[in-house]
C-alpha cells in the first residue's frame, strides 16, 4: 500500500497482483522490432564521446514535452528530439560540447534551443515550452561536466565501473549531483541508460538496481489497465485532471508494478519501457484504441514498435480494465508541474 496525506485528502494507492500477473503473462508473448533498436537515433556515426552527449543532453531536457511539434514533417514529442539532435550531429554543433557550453550565457543557451525547435527557422516561433528552465538545467549539467569531469561525458561514465549505486560513486548517484537528474525515481536516468545501452556504449555491472523508467503515459496505462488502483476520491481527480502537488505515490507504485511485471514477462526491466510507452503514447492516450477504433498517432508507435501482425484491436485487451469499464478508461495520470519527466 502507497499513500500520503495533503491538507483534506489522503491518497491510497495499491497493486492488484492478478492483473499485474496476467499482464506480465501476456507481455511475455510480445517481442520489439528488431529494427527499433537500429534506428537512426541509436545507430548514427559518430565517436563514443559525442553519442553519449547527444544522450545525456536529450534526456535532460525530455520532461513535459506535450505540445512540442512540428506538423509538416509529423514530429511529435521524442521524434521532434531526435531529429533535432541528429541536426545537431550533422552540423557538429558546438552545443553538444560541454567545455563550450559551461560558457554560455543563460540567454544564449536559451536563443539555441528556440532555434533548435523552430519549424520556421525562426527562434520566436520555436515549439519548445520552458525553454527557460531547458536551457537552466543544460547549463548546471554541462558545467558539472567540465568541472567535475573535464568535459567529458565518457570520463564521468567509465569512473563508476558500471555500477548504478556505490557509495555515492556510482552512476545514478553521480547523475543525481546535477539538478536535471535529480528525480528521486531516476526517470531521466533511466532513460539516458537505456539510450546508452540500446546503442552498445555501456554496461551495467548491477542491474538489480535499476529503477524502472516511468514517465505520464506509462502511469496512465498502469492506471488504466488496473495494475495500480487507487482510492475513489484520487481516481475522481485523476480523471477531472486536477492538478496534484505530487504523483510520489502514484509513480513509486507503477514503478513496483513494473518490476513485477518484469519478473512475469521475463522482460528487461528498461526493455518494458519499450512496449509500455508506445501503448501510452497511441493506443491510450486520449482516445483509446479498444473504444474509438483508432490511435492518437499515425502511424501508431506501439505498431512502430512492437511485433505485432494485427493493430485492429489492443494488444491488452483481454487483461485490461479499461477495455470492460469506461471507469477505468477515462482514468488521466496525474497533472503535476515537474522537470522529473
Avoid at 491510497?12 to 517481442?31: F, P, Q
Wanted: proline residues 4%; hydrophobic residues 35%.
Amino acid at each position: 500500500m502507497y499513500g500520503m496525506v495533503k491538507g483534506n485528502h489522503q491518497m491510497t494507492v495499491s497493486l492488484d497482483h492478478k492483473t499485474i500477473r496476467a499482464t506480465g503473462e501476456l507481455l511475455a508473448g510480445l517481442k520489439i522490432r528488431p529494427g527499433f533498436y537500429r534506428r537512426e537515433f541509436v545507430s548514427f556515426n559518430a565517436d563514443r564521446e559525442t553519442k553519449l552527449r547527444v544522450y545525456l543532453l536529450s534526456s535532460a531536457i525530455c520532461h513535459q514535452t506535450h505540445s512540442l511539434a512540428f506538423p509538416e514533417k509529423n514530429l511529435y514529442g521524442w521524434e521532434y528530439l531526435e531529429d533535432a539532435f541528429l541536426r545537431l550531429v550533422n552540423e557538429g554543433a558546438a552545443l553538444l560540447n560541454p567545455k563550450y557550453t559551461s560558457i554560455c550565457s543563460l540567454e544564449e543557451l536559451e536563443y539555441r534551443f528556440r532555434l533548435m525547435f523552430s519549424p520556421t527557422g525562426n527562434p520566436e516561433d520555436t515549439a519548445l515550452e520552458r525553454v527557460g528552465e531547458r536551457a537552466r538545467l543544460a547549463l548546471g549539467l554541462y558545467r558539472g561536466v567540465k568541472e567535475q569531469f573535464g568535459g567529458s561525458v565518457s570520463q564521468m561514465i567509465d569512473g563508476c565501473g558500471g555500477l548504478l549505486v556505490n557509495e555515492g560513486i556510482g552512476l545514478y548517484e553521480v547523475l543525481g549531483r546535477f539538478e536535471a537528474f535529480s528525480d528521486p525515481f531516476r526517470k531521466k536516468s533511466g532513460f539516458f541508460l537505456k539510450l546508452a545501452r540500446d546503442a552498445g556504449l555501456i554496461r551495467i555491472a548491477d542491474p538489480e538496481h535499476l529503477v524502472p523508467i516511468m514517465d505520464y503515459h506509462m502511469q496512465r496505462v498502469l492506471l488504466r489497465m488496473g495494475c495500480v488502483v487507487t482510492d475513489p476520491d484520487t481516481r475522481r481527480r485523476l480523471t477531472a485532471r486536477d492538478k496534484m502537488e505530487t504523483d510520489d505515490p502514484i509513480r513509486e507504485a507503477c514503478i513496483e508494478a513494473v518490476r513485477m511485471l518484469s519478473r512475469v514477462s521475463g522482460h528487461d526491466i528498461l526493455v518494458l519501457n519499450d512496449f509500455l510507452w508506445p501503448l501510452g503514447r497511441s493506443c491510450c492516450n486520449e482516445t483509446t484504441l479498444c473504444h474509438e477504433g483508432y490511435c492518437t498517432r499515425n502511424p501508431c508507435t506501439f505498431y512502430s514498435m512492437v511485433n505485432i501482425t494485427s493493430h485492429r484491436q489492443c494488444s491488452f485487451a483481454s487483461t485490461c480494465r479499461g477495455s470492460r469499464e469506461e471507469s477505468f478508461r477515462r482514468i488521466w495520470q496525474p497533472v503535476v508541474k515537474t522537470h522529473y519527466y
